[in-house]
């Protein structure tokens, strides 16, 4: 039951990242990307990553779609947008077939070389928590989040300083 | 190979198929930004894939939040800088970021 559902939400993921590629309208665009997420979001979680389910959700589904339907509305691309309807369409019109050829070269691939991978058992992380393994084995991961998230706040900060001759 | 791994294999192959079409099909600096990011959900699939396969997901959840930390880094600031690109050039079309200078 949970394969059947894991497989239908990565076939979607694939529809609305399709969907995403083909929109002209770029709000349109960004809730694709937000229902992308939110897919993922699901598939982590019935994959057993929890915690990564939850920051996939919140994170990325919501403040990242809130970012760019902020972009989009500062930028009114709509109103500058040069390319019309008819032209858009011709750009992204080879897309699905790219995936479709794509999909099945890797399928030809992986049947003629027999590509083979089965899940394993691993014994090496049995008894710890998600927790234990974030907080007292990755902890360089933890400090270079850290490092990461005040570089891009300080980033923000400088983009959108006042000038001083304003 | 089983029918689970296979798929989530193949929808990963996609997915940075498609994010590398609209990077190279598109002009317009925002779709540029949401093509990056479409390829960053196909990195963070291979990576909970890789946790099936070797049986434990506690590493790859690990890895996957330093993934969102910086996914989210990149889209404010690449955001930002397309705010700004558009506040200098009333554009966001890439072809008309001719003028560097300052």
């Known amino acids: 039951m949970n394969e059947t559902i894991l497989l239908i939400c990565l076939a979607f993921i694939v529809i609305a990242a399709i969907a995403c590629a083909m929109f002209r ?136 300083k006042e000038s001083d001759k304003a | 190979m089983n029918t689970l791994t296979m798929a989530m294999l193949v929808t990963a192959f996609l997915l940075i198929v498609t994010g590398l079409f609209m990077l190279v099909r598109t002009n317009n600096l925002i779709r540029i930004i949401i093509a990056v990011e479409i390829v960053m959900k196909a990195i963070t699939l291979l990576l909970i894939l890789a946790g099936y396969i070797n049986g434990s997901e506690l590493l790859p959840q690990a890895f996957i939040v330093t993934v969102i930390v910086i996914e989210v880094v990149v889209a404010v600031v690449a955001a930002g800088i397309a705010i700004r690109i558009y506040r200098h050039n009333g554009d966001l079309d890439i072809r008309k970021l001719n003028r560097l200078n300052g």
């Open chain 1, 25 to 160: 309208s770029m709000l349109k665009c960004a809730v694709s990307l937000a229902v992308v997420s939110a897919l993922l979001a699901c598939v982590l979680y019935l994959m057993g990553a929890t915690w990564a389910a939850l920051f996939e959700l919140s994170v990325c589904a919501g403040l990242v779609t809130v970012v760019f339907a902020s972009a989009i509305s500062l930028t009114s691309t709509s109103r500058h947008q040069p390319e019309n309807e008819e032209e858009h369409r011709k750009r992204v019109a080879g897309l699905p077939f790219i995936l479709i050829a794509t999909g099945m070269m890797l399928m030809v691939v992986i049947a003629a070389t027999g590509f083979h991978i089965e899940p394993q058992a691993n014994a090496a992380l049995v008894g710890l928590s998600f927790k234990d393994v974030l907080w007292n084995m990755r902890q360089a991961d933890v400090l270079g989040q850290i490092i990461v998230i005040l570089a891009g706040a300080f980033a923000v900060a400088i983009l959108f």
